[in-house]
């Protein structure tokens, strides 16, 4: 027992000091042993994670679990990838995908669970938590924060996209009032106490990535159709959210993202991944100030190109901006500027 736990810190030490020295070029793959686990490095302030989307067997690895693939996970994931580079002229996102079958390693749970006790499943584990530390690592030194968003998949009978920042069905299905006592022990702690964001806006509000998503036509929850779960399927945070969220430490946030598995299957998935894409660029633009544009590398300047679409409130509905209030105005390249109007 001693000899192994010897050799499971020395496999964690390994992989600690390869990555931590490695320089890693924006685009580019990066995979650990046996290519068990991909890394496409990143340089925006976006994380994207794959944890149960793999479908590798290897013969001389242990099943473990019983745990099913979130079929169509990976396949999304990386078409949101393109979307977003496309979308932002250039500029590439972090991903981590986990290629093993989760039945094999769970990478969605701590690793005596997930990987058991096989030797090269939990190196692994490690490697796939060290490689979203990378990125962490990269995003924070490079931008100040940023956000990590997990993809799964759910079938559940609402037939819904469930976005989790660790606030239960419980305290959604209550007051306003209730949901703000959870500020301090969600996913995104950090956007909402050092970040300045207001907690119910990113929870539910008209810019919250389930309103954005939900008004481009995917039934998501919460929004600002779907506030609350009421008695329906949600997921609300996993092992790794808590892991890698701001809740206990640190400048970046998270999104367990449960994609109802119909929107990711191949007839709506470009689509999905499109709209998703710009509901990710949209969020991250109002509640972290960024706006992207690698053309330029950086924060995007005014631009004459771009047109007024339309303004909303807080409420989502649409206004003529002529009123004394918090005002969203969402122009025609994606681009969302929010203004508080003062008279």
């Not at 005596?112 to 490689?131: E, K, M, P, S």
């Not at 990378?134 to 819904?160: I, L, P, Q």
């Not at 970046?252 to 998703?276: K, V």
């Not at 390249?333 to 929010?338: I, M």
Request: aromatic share 12%.
């Amino acid at each position: 027992m001693i000899q192994s736990k010897k050799i499971a810190i020395c496999i964690l030490l390994s992989v600690i000091s390869l990555n931590v020295f490695a320089q890693y070029i924006p685009g580019q793959s990066y995979f650990s042993a046996n290519n068990y686990i991909e890394y496409i490095a990143g340089d925006l302030p976006i994380i994207i994670v794959v944890p149960h989307g793999g479908h590798l067997t290897p013969t001389n690895l242990p099943i473990i679990g019983t745990h099913g693939r979130d079929n169509g996970t990976q396949q999304t994931s990386l078409q949101l990838y393109d979307s977003i580079v496309s979308h932002t002229d250039g500029c590439i996102p972090h991903v981590i995908i986990n290629h093993l079958h989760p039945s094999i390693l769970n990478a969605a749970r701590e690793i005596d669970t997930a990987a058991g006790t096989n030797l090269d499943t939990r190196q692994a584990w490690y490697a796939f938590h060290d490689f979203i530390d990378t990125a962490k690592y990269t995003v924070t030194n490079s931008w100040g924060a940023g956000h990590y968003f997990e993809m799964h998949g759910n079938g559940h009978a609402d037939m819904w996209t469930e976005v989790g920042l660790g606030v239960s069905k419980t305290y959604l299905n209550g007051s306003d009032s209730l949901i703000m006592t959870r500020v301090g022990y969600s996913t995104v702690k950090n956007l909402c106490t050092n970040g300045g964001a207001n907690f119910l806006d990113v929870v539910k509000g008209p810019m919250s990535l389930g309103s954005l998503l939900d008004g481009k036509g995917w039934k998501s929850v919460p929004s600002l159709t779907y506030p609350s779960p009421d008695t329906g399927g949600f997921f609300y945070a996993g092992w790794n959210t808590w892991k890698h969220g701001s809740r206990y430490s640190g400048v970046i946030d998270a999104s367990h993202i449960e994609n109802y598995y119909a929107f990711m299957q191949t007839i709506n998935r470009a689509q999905y991944a499109n709209d998703l894409s710009e509901s990710i660029l949209q969020f991250m633009q109002v509640f972290y100030g960024f706006n992207f544009d690698c053309t330029t590398v950086g924060i995007r300047e005014e631009t004459t190109e771009r047109t007024l679409v339309k303004i909303i409130n807080v409420l989502g509905q649409e206004t003529t901006g002529n009123s004394k209030e918090v005002l969203f105005y969402i122009y025609s390249d994606g681009s969302v500027v929010k203004k508080i109007l003062q008279f």
